[in-house]
């Protein structure tokens, strides 16, 4: 079984940037798609951006030109740059990641808090 852990949120001015980790242990053969949502208070949570295991990213229109998904194989680690950050980004934000493992499937982030002062 593999366990995540999140890390990166925090408080920031409009403007400012942040980046998030999330960083997967455990007895893992393969990690394929791996994807950031955030839920905001009183919304559904929503996909951010996500990237397969080649590498292809999307992107939700409201954080193109801003955000940028990248991963790292060889440590099991998936990043999220936020750039231009907004008030409207504040939310919890978690990772989810498609693990091949002894327990296969959709493993999620305990979540972190993002919250962008105006």
């Known amino acids: 079984q593999a366990q995540l852990k999140e890390s990166g949120g925090g408080l920031v001015q409009a403007g400012g940037s942040l980046r998030l980790s999330c960083a997967a242990s455990?007895?893992?053969?393969?990690?394929?798609?791996m994807g950031w949502y955030r839920q905001a208070p009183g919304k559904q949570r929503e996909l951010v951006a996500a990237v397969t295991s080649g590498g292809t990213t999307t992107y939700a229109d409201s954080v193109k030109g801003r955000f940028t998904i990248s991963r790292d194989n060889a440590k099991n680690t998936l990043y999220l740059q936020m750039n231009g950050l907004k008030p409207e980004d504040t939310a919890v934000y978690y990772c989810?990641?498609?693990?091949?493992?002894?327990?296969?499937?959709?493993?999620w982030g305990q979540g972190t808090q993002v919250t962008v002062s105006s």
């Open positions: 989810a990641l498609e693990i091949v493992s002894g327990v296969s499937g959709t493993y």
């Open positions: 455990g007895n893992i053969l393969r990690i394929n798609d």
